[in-house]
């Protein structure tokens, strides 16, 4: 058997689909985000707050790694890390990022896209007084940085079984947000909602 064939075998999505109406979305990203999330959590979903963060090199080259969500608001999506790390020099010279989450048992995947801004001196060195004594050992406090991406386009996928999946795309127009259904038989026309 090849490989092609191997991996053709391997099921996929053979999670269990909650009701997802994208006409009852609200109109911020975050609160149906949050839903999302408090799904995940009462339904047990490991790992929730794990999520790919996705940057550039200098060169232009993606890079991406796995990162646990510390928060979500108006303000964006944060993460937190060593300034002098990787992902914080991509940062430094490409303050762009994208994120995404994947929740398998709900067949859910959360993608974000944006520019990501510095959080304050404080809130980075909150953010590392809330790490464990053996996570804290070896960084000083100004090379923390909490970092949050500030979202321009923010993608709700909901997988069905039958693979008629459901795609809500929310994108940043001025100051508010417009989000509508992705069609799937068109390449990125929306059928806006407000």
């Known amino acids: 058997m090849t490989t092609a ?8 999505l ?18 149906l985000f949050l839903s999302w999330l408090d799904d995940a959590l009462d339904r047990c979903v490991a790992e929730p707050l794990a999520m790919t963060l996705a940057t550039v090199d200098s060169a232009g080259m993606p890079d991406a790694r796995t990162l646990i969500l510390k928060d979500v608001s108006e303000w964006g999506w944060a993460f937190a890390g060593n300034r002098g790390s990787a ?5 430094a010279g490409r303050p762009r990022a994208a994120l995404a989450f994947w929740w398998q048992p709900l067949m ?5 896209r944006g520019r990501v801004v510095e959080a304050t001196a ?3 060195a909150a953010d590392l007084a809330a790490r464990s004594r053996s996570a804290r050992a070896r960084i000083s406090p100004g090379e923390w940085m909490l970092w949050r991406v500030v979202p321009e386009r923010v993608e709700f996928w909901q997988g ?3 693979r008629d999946h459901v795609r809500l795309i929310y994108r940043r127009q001025d100051r508010a947000w417009v989000h509508g259904v992705e069609r799937a ?4 026309d929306i059928e806006e909602q407000r």
């Open 5 to 12: 064939a191997r991996l053709r075998a391997v099921p996929s």
């Open 14 to 31: 053979t999670g269990d689909a909650p009701a997802f109406d994208p006409r009852d979305a609200p109109a911020d990203p975050v609160a």
């Open 87 to 91: 992902k914080g020099m991509q940062l």
């Open 108 to 112: 859910r995947a959360v993608r974000v």
């Open 122 to 124: 404080e809130e980075s």
């Open 160 to 162: 069905r079984p039958d």
């Open 185 to 188: 038989e068109t390449t990125g």
